[in-house]
């Protein structure tokens, strides 16, 4: 390569995140809008249900338009309203908290356990009172929370159990997926997600009660589902309900790109795998905490992270990639220290451990085509950098 066709390649900038794009997508999309179906329960998405229960083994699976529709939908089957408060990690997405506040539920903020992101058992258990309804898991990254703890936790006590299962499609705890452990999961296929239809979700369940209703609520309350299947001869407004329904374009997207799961998995570990061990030498000198994985558990390599030591060395290391042209960003601002969170939520004990990850953490660019090069100059540049 010539001199200025090197300086152009290091100046190509690197992003934190690109979709993947699976071969049969054009192809199903086409073949949708040649047909007369482009509603929701059509072919793709009973194809691409199918191949979710495949994966993750759970009984029973609902496809919705967002993860954050299956969180809501999860709150009305659980009946989840006003004086019911939910136990939620300070460290999580927006919607693990807005989808039980929307429903008029209290968000009880608790802290984290540092080493993976995720929910504190001895937290969750502290806050629990006579007016706690359920615990929500959020695998941060695609790592089991402690499910052992969490588990017993909410048997002891009665509690519902919800999987936010955004980061965790194919992850495992002690060899059980991810999402089939509690009460109920649901599944994210945002296209920042190792799978995407663009926007688009789903709900795990088990108990044959809860499906019965989900079904209904997911169809604006009616008994549709049932009239598809010939149970009844007409379909009619049965229980409270939303549409929550994806489109069968969103579903044919979904299919295609399920249809590659392990495809993208071994693509995206190829990628996790060279941060590991190529950052590991310089993450310790440098005083760096890399993101690990028990052994106990099968991770999703949905993201890398490098925790460093303070917030101001945080913020001047994603100045050093950026003036390279590599995009690293932060990731969320605590729950329970949000604008919304201090009017919907309470907060019985300072979530500091939550506080301290997300003003240290950093992801690095991690999608299926990251190319060798690619990976060569973003290893050059994290290690190039002195805390």
Known sequence: MSKSGAEAGARERIIFSRPYRSTAELANVAAVLGSDHCHGDGPFTASATAKLAEITGAPHVLLTTSCTHALELAALLLELGPGDEVIVPSFAFTSAATAFAVHGATCVFVDIDSATGNIDPAAAAAAITDHTKAIVVMH??????????????????????????????????????????????????????????????????????????????????????????????????????????????????????????????????????????????????QGVVPMSVPPDRGHTAHLFYLR????????????????????????????????????????????????????????????????????????????????
Not at 142 to 157: E, K, N
Not at 247 to 255: G, R
Not at 325 to 340: E, G, M
Request: proline share 4%; net charge neutral; aromatic share 8%.
């Open 308 to 387: 460093m030591p303070c917030e101001e060395t945080r913020d001047s290391f994603i100045r050093h990639l950026a003036a390279r042209n590599i995009v690293a960003p932060f990731h969320y601002v605590p729950l329970d220290s949000s604008a919304a969170g201090l009017k919907y939520g309470r907060t019985p004990v300072p979530c500091t451990r939550s506080a301290r990850f997300a003003a240290t953490i950093v992801r690095l660019p991690l999608w299926p085509m990251l190319t060798g090069t690619q990976l060569d100059r973003i290893l050059e540049a994290v290690t190039e950098f002195r805390c």
């Open 140 to 285: 941060y990254g695609g790592v089991a929370a402690d499910m052992a703890a969490l588990g017993d936790l909410a048997r002891s006590h009665g509690l519902a159990l919800i999987e936010d299962n955004a980061h965790g499609l194919g992850g495992t705890w002690r060899g059980q997926a991810l999402g089939t452990l509690g009460t109920l999961g649901t599944q994210s296929f945002h296209d920042t997600k190792n799978v995407h239809c663009g926007e688009g979700g789903a709900l795990l369940l088990s108990d044959e009660i809860l499906m019965g209703r989900a079904e209904i609520i997911r169809e604006k309350g009616t008994d549709r589902a049932r009239f598809l299947r010939g149970q009844v001869d007409k379909y009619s407004w049965q229980d409270i309900g939303s549409s929550y329904l994806p489109s069968e374009l969103n579903a044919a997207v979904l299919d295609a790109q399920l249809a590659e799961f392990h495809t993208i998995q071994r693509a995206r570990h190829r990628v996790w795998n060279t941060y590991a061990s190529g950052l590991a030498p310089w993450a310790a000198e």
